[in-house]
């Protein structure tokens, strides 16, 4: 009777088991490791093209990841030139432009950005802006902490 009862009882296991399975149990999904680094690819704005102050810097690019992308941060600074000053001429002041880290959509591999609102300004507190060459540079960080940098000079005339 114990035999009989044990035999029940393990093909009713068995049975719940298989049926489990069947409906979708669940699974572990596999962890993929991510060794390589984001890919960063700027169409906007070009290597070079010059801006006057008053007008808007158009930025678009396209970033990748093999695995899930983190941010991405922009950051405009004045390339520091030396040379001689003029007295009694106004200083220019030296502009610079931040984006913050910014998330990317929820999980995805592949985006692009689009920002058409990064305007130059015409003076800083009364002050012109210094004119000549700026650091145009953007950062890609993915889900990993992995990061990428890419940058480009342009013109301010």
């Known amino acids: 009777m ?3 009862l044990q035999y029940f009882i393990i093909s009713g296991l068995l049975i ?3 049926i489990g399975c069947k409906k979708g149990g669940s699974q572990i999904e596999p962890v993929i490791p991510d060794t390589i ?5 700027i169409t906007q704005p070009k290597v070079g093209q010059s801006f006057v102050p008053g007008n808007t810097i158009t930025f678009q690019a396209n970033f ?4 899930k992308l983190g941010s991405y941060a922009i950051a405009i600074t004045k390339v520091v030139a030396s040379g001689c000053v003029l007295k009694n001429a106004p200083t220019p002041v030296d502009w610079s432009y931040t984006v913050v880290p910014t998330n990317f959509n929820s999980g995805v591999k592949q985006q692009t950005i689009n920002l058409s609102d990064i305007v130059i300004p015409l003076d800083i507190s009364g002050k012109p802006i210094a004119k000549g060459k ?3 540079k953007v950062t890609c960080i ?3 902490g992995r990061s990428v ?3 480009m000079e342009i013109n301010i005339n």
């Open 149 to 151: 940098i890419n940058g």
């Open 16 to 18: 719940t088991i298989v």
């Open 134 to 136: 700026y650091n145009f």
């Open 64 to 67: 990748y990841d093999n695995v």
């Open 142 to 144: 993915d889900a990993a």
């Open 2 to 4: 114990k035999t009989i």
């Open 37 to 41: 680094d984001p890919m960063i690819s």
